[in-house]
């Protein structure tokens, strides 16, 4: 029982992470910009929220200290994200090579502050590790009460902006503005829609939802390591996205069908046939990569993403 219980609470976190986490790109690549960089959003959130988490002294009330982590989480990655805004609207510069480089500067930046951070005589160099053993208390409950069966609060939030999402994109002004943007910016600028201000908002939106999915990865333990980043869960996301069809009910069934795999590779020693095939553990480690390599190969071409995707706009050339 109780196994089959952690399978599901680890089910549940990471459909939630990556959901949240594509849906966060959904807006950017509907705009027209390429969410390559889901990875680095998922890793400064994470780095941000981490940092609170690690500095924030206990007098401080758990409720409120748990507002201010995710506000924090949130708003760094969101801020983070205009990095990508200014380089491929402001100057044009190539949205996948930008992406790239946000991915490695925030792993970059989170291990060499952390480092600074954590440094003591004892340890003059410091380490890229953060303990935040208190909010791991603050963010988890044991599932139905059974002891080392945990549920994060964070992923009701999460789910919660499923549906709203759904509802932004198919039944608003700015849904319909979006997906223009991103299929024929030249029409939606004859129109006076702002191309450049809508496509900033929209990437914007998705450093704000891959921070809270950074923070949700980072806060199902007790420490986490952040010379890994994100763990590659942002370039899982992005598949996730891709095999979705850009589609917010898609998108969150090809979660499921991610995390099936991602849960397994954590759960397999506690699945008793598993463990004794004697496979090794690293093989169920690249089980979701390799999964989605298969997946992507069979369907990215049925896929047509929005149009005028990763095409820099020029109004001059209209």
Do not use: H
């Amino acid at each position: 029982m109780i196994v089959v219980l952690s399978i599901v609470s680890f089910l549940i976190a990471y459909v939630a992470i990556l959901s949240i986490s594509a849906l966060g790109g959904m807006f950017s690549e509907k705009s027209g910009t390429v969410a390559l960089s889901l990875e680095g959003y998922m890793t400064f959130g994470a780095f941000i929220g981490g940092v609170m988490m690690y500095v924030l002294p206990s007098t401080i009330p758990n409720a409120v200290a748990a507002i201010i982590v995710i506000l924090s989480s949130i708003l760094g990655a969101g801020l983070y994200s205009l990095l990508l805004a200014l380089a491929c609207i402001k100057f044009k510069a190539n949205q996948t090579l930008a992406g790239t480089a946000l991915n490695i500067l925030s792993t970059a930046i989170a291990v060499v502050l952390i480092k600074q951070l954590t440094r003591t005589e004892a340890l003059p160099v410091g380490n890229s590790r953060l303990n935040f053993t208190r909010f791991y208390e603050i963010f988890n409950i044991n599932l139905f009460g059974i002891q080392g069966v945990s549920f994060n609060w964070l992923i009701l939030i999460a789910l919660v902006l499923i549906p709203i999402v759904y509802l932004i994109i198919y039944k608003t002004r700015y849904g319909l503005r979006l997906a223009s943007c991103g299929e024929n910016p030249s029409s939606a600028d004859s129109l006076g829609i702002n191309v450049n201000k809508t496509r900033c908002i929209g990437i914007f939106i998705s450093g704000l939802f891959a921070g809270l999915g950074g923070l949700l990865l980072i806060t199902m333990n007790a420490e986490w390591e952040f010379a890994n980043g994100a763990n590659g869960f942002g370039f899982l996301a992005l598949a996730v996205l891709i095999f979705g069809q850009w589609k917010p009910l898609y998108i969150f069934l090809g979660a499921f069908v991610f995390s099936i795999f991602k849960t397994l590779s954590v759960i397999y020693p506690s699945i008793d046939f598993l463990a004794n095939l004697g496979i090794s553990s690293y093989f169920y480690l690249a089980l979701p990569y390799i999964v989605c390599l298969i997946v992507l190969i069979f369907t990215s071409k049925k896929n047509v993403g929005p149009k005028a995707l990763g095409e820099p706009y020029n109004k001059g050339k209209r």
